[in-house]
């Protein structure tokens, strides 16, 4: 069965930086490569990027590059994805994906989201 | 990279058939057959129902059906439920190690 537990809401100041974890099944964290996408309250979903929890390998979309860090912690079967400089315009739920395995660039499980709140 | 384009809205009565288009570029949905689409009710995370252009994951009902035709592909709800209604995603790969999402429309049920 495919689980995907994240951590849970955050509220941050502007200019600060937040760390959102995943939790993955085993079996999901050897097996498949995790994807990070967004929705900003009332919007659509935004692809962040995509992480190999295998051998840590990233990819991130250009609109993140730069600001964004995807990481793993192969003892826990988590991943981490860090974003900094905060500001109003990443509130958002963030959630962390499964990439299918027969096709690591699509998507076909969802963790529950995160939601995080940037405010001063 | 901009995202692939929606229509914001869609409706159909109980029993019609709606379609919804979701316009890229050479370079992403017309290059690929790699495009999906997810349905997310209000509170709920998106699911998967179409893959691969036309393919439906298990348990994904046969009134659900995608196609593709140069660079707009295209989901279709053939007898609308009330179930159906809720907000739709196209996403498609688009080289470079990168994903992207449509705006996503909004499906009524009339």
């Known amino acids: 069965q495919v689980q995907l537990v994240q951590s849970g809401a955050e509220v941050k100041k502007p200019g600060a930086s937040v760390n959102v974890s995943c939790k993955a099944s085993?079996?999901?964290?050897?097996?498949?490569?995790i994807h990070w996408v967004r929705q900003a309250p009332g919007q659509g979903l935004v692809w962040m990027g995509i992480?190999?929890?295998?051998?840590?390998?990233?990819s991130y979309a250009p609109k993140f590059q730069g600001r964004v860090t995807m990481t793993r912690d192969t003892s826990t079967s988590t991943v981490y994805m860090e974003v900094r400089s905060l500001s109003s315009d990443d509130t958002a739920l963030y959630y962390c994906?499964?990439?299918?395995?027969?096709?690591?660039?699509?998507?076909?499980?969802w963790g529950q989201g995160t939601l995080v709140t940037v405010s001063s | 990279q901009s995202a692939l384009t929606q229509p914001p809205s869609a409706s159909g009565s109980p029993g019609q058939s709606v379609t919804i288009s979701c316009t890229g570029t050479?370079?992403?949905?017309?290059?690929?057959?790699?495009v999906s689409w997810y349905q997310q009710h209000p509170g709920e995370v998106p699911k998967l129902m179409i893959y691969?252009?036309?393919k439906r994951p298990s348990g994904v009902p046969d009134r659900f059906s995608g196609s593709k035709s140069g660079n707009t592909a295209s989901l279709t709800v053939s007898g609308l439920q009330a179930e159906d209604e809720a907000d739709y995603y196209c996403?498609?790969?688009?080289?470079?190690?990168?994903?992207?999402f449509g705006g996503g429309t909004k499906l009524t049920v009339l």
């Open positions: 994906a499964r990439g299918s395995l027969d096709d690591i660039w699509r998507v076909d499980y």
């Open positions: 085993r079996d999901t964290f050897t097996s498949s490569h």
């Open positions: 992480i190999n929890p295998n051998n840590g390998v990233t």
């Open positions: 050479s370079s992403d949905v017309g290059r690929y057959n790699s």
């Open positions: 691969g252009v036309n």
């Open positions: 996403n498609s790969y688009a080289g470079s190690n990168n994903v992207i």
